[in-house]
């Protein structure tokens, strides 16, 4: 069983900060991908930020130079930090895992929450 968690979100208006957190946890050996994504009402699910395995981060253009994503590699948990929202980020975030468990390299997706950026 492998779980992921994430913790964070809530309201905040135009210009404010949040931060997300996630911890991957269970019979997992190996880690080899951590990202958020967020889906949008009526919108397909986006990439936001990711990090390998090898300390390789990427964004998507429309969070790059505002959001920033970290981890700490020994509790296989990743933070977001979001700075200078916009109306536009509300979204319920997804953390995402790749990860080897029982063999198998599979996805693992935690339950999502949401952040909403209003005035």
């Known amino acids: 069983q492998v779980q992921v968690v994430e913790s964070g979100g809530g309201s905040v208006q135009p210009g404010g900060s949040l931060s997300l957190s996630c911890v991957a946890s269970g019979d997992i050996s190996l880690l080899y991908y951590m990202g958020w994504y967020r889906q949008a009402p009526e919108k397909q699910r986006e990439l936001v930020a990711g990090i390998t395995d090898d300390g390789r981060i990427h964004y998507a253009d429309s969070v790059a130079g505002r959001f920033i994503l970290s981890r700490n590699i020994s509790k296989d948990t990743v933070y977001l930090k979001m700075n200078n929202l916009k109306p536009e980020d509300t979204a319920v975030y997804y953390c995402?895992?790749?990860?080897?468990?029982?063999?198998?390299?599979?996805?693992?997706w935690g339950q999502g929450t949401q952040v909403t950026v209003s005035s």
């Open positions: 995402n895992a790749e990860g080897m468990s029982a063999g198998q390299t599979k996805d693992y």
